[in-house]
């Protein structure tokens, strides 16, 4: 491995392989105004122009393609879909993005109301349970 001669204009050059080099322009160490000279160099020549193939743009990776990009769902309030589900059977479920079932269980609360109020009223109570503790599993990263 030949030696590498490096003067970035504070004195006198410094001597280095090219694995050091190489790491040194890795991790940003050297400016844009370096020069280097090797033997069998008849002048100085731009840091850049050492490793071509290792520019600036290549050694940062390229931005994620749109299709990875992360997405973070907003965190649901408990206590607010339990409330929901308690004014409105099946609200909380609509709240926390269990449309269908919050549209179903509000006509079948409704008619078991309507049918007998001892009906409804379990049914009730149970989606102010699963509201609350969907929006809790949600929040926890147990449900997908």
Known sequence: MSTIHISTGNGEPSQYDEEQVRAMLQQGVLRDDAIFWKEGMSD??????????????????????????????????????????FIVPGLGQIYNGQVTMGIVMFILTILLYYVMIILGFPIHMWLVYDAYSYANKQNNKKII
């Not at 290792?54 to 879909?81: R, V």
């Open 44 to 85: 100085w020549q731009p840091i850049r122009n050492l490793f071509p193939q290792a520019t600036a743009a290549e050694l940062e990776p390229p931005p994620l393609p749109s299709h990875q990009a992360i997405q973070i769902q907003p965190l649901k309030n408990a206590g607010l879909a339990a409330a929901l589900s």
